[in-house]
C-alpha cells in the first residue's frame, strides 16, 4: 500500500490553463486511507499536546475535525465573513489582507471557544500567504492562549518567508512536491 504523502501527490491535480492553475484536492476526500491517515500525521508535526484544534473554513474545518476527534479534544471553527460576528461583542475577529485571494475576507470565532490555558494547534489543507493563519494566531493570542504551531497538508509560502517559522508552520508536503 503506498505511503501517505505518495496517496496526497497521487490524488492531487492543477486545473485550470496555463495562465491560472487551480490546486484540486477533492480526490483526497474520497480515499478512505487519506482520511484516516492524516489526523494523526497532521498531528505529530506539532509538539505539545494541544487541548483544542482551531481550523478555518472550510478544509480547515473538514481537517480540524478529523486531527480534533483523532486527539480527543474539541474544534473551534474560525469563519469567514461571518454576518453574525461582524456585530457580535461575544466573537473575536481580524480582516485578511486587501490583497488576500478573497478580497480581504473577515474571520471569527466565539471568543469563549478559545479559553486562557487552552494549548491551540491550527490545521489547515494548504498554507499560501499565510494570512488566515496570522490572524488567527493574533486571534488565539490576543486570548492569552498558547500558539502550538500550524499543521498543514501543503505549505506553500514563499521561500524565507518569516512566518513559517514565526507561526511554526510544518507540513507534509510542499507546492514543490506536487509540481514533480
Not at 491535480?13 to 487519506?34: L, M, Q, S
Not at 484544534?53 to 481537517?63: D, W
Amino acid at each position: 500500500m503506498p505511503d501517505l504523502r505518495t496517496r496526497l501527490r497521487v490524488g492531487f491535480h492543477w486545473r485550470g490553463g496555463p495562465d491560472v492553475a487551480f490546486a484540486d484536492i477533492t480526490e483526497w476526500w474520497r480515499d478512505p486511507a487519506v482520511l484516516r491517515e492524516l489526523p494523526p500525521a497532521l498531528t505529530a508535526l506539532v509538539p505539545g499536546a494541544p487541548t483544542v484544534v482551531i481550523g478555518p473554513a472550510s478544509r480547515g474545518t473538514l481537517l480540524g475535525a478529523l486531527v480534533a476527534a483523532h486527539l480527543g479534544v474539541g474544534l473551534v471553527e474560525v469563519r469567514k465573513n461571518d454576518r453574525v460576528a461582524r456585530h457580535s461583542p461575544v466573537h473575536t475577529h481580524r480582516s485578511l489582507p486587501a490583497g488576500y485571494h478573497e478580497g480581504g475576507a473577515q474571520l471569527s470565532f466565539r471568543r469563549a471557544l478559545i479559553r486562557p490555558d487552552d494549548r491551540v494547534l491550527c490545521v489547515d489543507d494548504w498554507v499560501e500567504s499565510g494570512g488566515q493563519a496570522a490572524a488567527i494566531h493574533a486571534m488565539v493570542t490576543e486570548i492569552g492562549a498558547a500558539w502550538l504551531g500550524l499543521a498543514a497538508v501543503v505549505d506553500d509560502l514563499p521561500p524565507g518567508s518569516p512566518l513559517r517559522a514565526g507561526l511554526g508552520v510544518r507540513s507534509l508536503l510542499t507546492a514543490g512536491d506536487l509540481s514533480e
